[in-house]
């Protein structure tokens, strides 16, 4: 006989797992129904032009491809940097600290993804990027003949308000949920494998060559997807750091610019007719369908962690 408790529980587990299925729905028809009579009066190629002039509702060009890239590249930055050294913490915390400093460094690791995004912002534009400039200058002199190392649509290796530092800043701002996704996978790890690793006569590298990375790969990639997530979607920190200008860009990680999220955030003071506002639903459309995309691949690549699957 069914339990009235386990009847109810079970119906507040389904509601509440259909209504977040309804809401993500219920965001993309919103964001479909305004986006469509601002395309529909589009003078450019949504996909493929970089224009941007909405400033006459009447005679509307927007395209998101430089959006795009600006996003994606500060994003891609990110997770490079971010990637092996969150990678490297969760080894350390999970299988090389003792158990007293464990604790305490794991914390000290999420407390940065309590930091404001705003706080990140300056911190990037005024304390890091004049750091980074050596760095970038070397980078721009030594790769230079490399497009994506070329110069910026700016001077931008003197600002330092470039992908280049956005991209660090937003490292820092992932590591916490890329290590955390990542520790918790590693320590699932089933003890006997790792017994039975060092039993054979191995040393403390090759248990986690042998059995802890396979068994959290999976779990690994899934975090950095999540910390890829986070990324595209960052806010204030590269409103700050990037959107001193916005002219077409070199496709260099030293260009400057905005991106789906900072474009909007800029503009939003200024929204006062409903076919411009569509411009900018519509780019947030594409950064809805780019985020969703990256999470949903997350969530399926965790889902297959844990296995011991080599």
């Not at 965001?27 to 009579?37: D, M, N």
């Not at 590298?205 to 950095?224: A, D, K, L, Q």
Request: aromatic share 10%; glycine share 10%.
């Amino acid at each position: 006989m069914v339990r009235i408790g386990d009847r109810v529980f079970s119906s507040l587990a389904i509601g509440s797992g259909a209504f977040v299925v309804v809401l993500i729905a219920a965001i993309g028809i919103f964001l479909l129904i305004r986006a469509v009579p601002s395309l529909q009066l589009n003078q450019e190629n949504f996909l493929l032009s970089g224009v941007w002039d909405t400033r006459d509702p009447k005679n509307l060009h927007f395209g998101v491809i430089d959006l795009a890239w600006i996003t994606v590249a500060s994003s891609v930055v990110a997770l490079i940097l971010a990637m092996p050294i969150s990678c490297g913490i969760a080894l350390f915390l999970t299988q090389y600290a003792p158990r007293g400093l464990a604790r305490p460094f794991a914390y000290i690791v999420d407390l940065l993804a309590a930091v404001p995004s705003v706080i990140y912002g300056l911190w990037g534009f005024l304390v890091l990027a004049p750091v980074l400039r050596p760095v970038a200058v070397w980078l721009n002199e030594t790769l230079g003949w490399i497009p994506i190392f070329g110069p910026g649509n700016i001077n931008t290796l003197a600002s330092g308000g470039n992908v280049f530092t956005a991209g660090v800043v937003l490292a820092v701002m992932i590591i916490p949920t890329i290590t955390g996704v990542t520790r918790e996978v590693f320590q699932r790890t089933p003890t006997a494998h790792i017994e039975g690793a060092l039993a054979l006569g191995a040393t403390k590298w090759e248990v986690v060559r042998t059995t802890v990375w396979p068994f959290g790969r999976n779990g690994f990639i899934g975090g950095s997807m999540l910390g890829l997530g986070r990324a595209l979607g960052e806010t204030v920190a590269l409103t700050i750091i990037l959107s001193l200008v916005f002219e077409r860009p070199n496709y260099s990680i030293f260009d400057a610019g905005a991106t789906f999220a900072s474009r909007i955030a800029l503009a939003s003071g200024e929204f006062n007719n409903p076919l411009q506002v569509g411009a900018y639903i519509a780019a947030g459309l594409v950064l809805f369908i780019i985020t969703f995309a990256v999470n949903a691949l997350a969530r399926w690549i965790e889902s297959a962690s844990g296995k011991g699957k080599a």
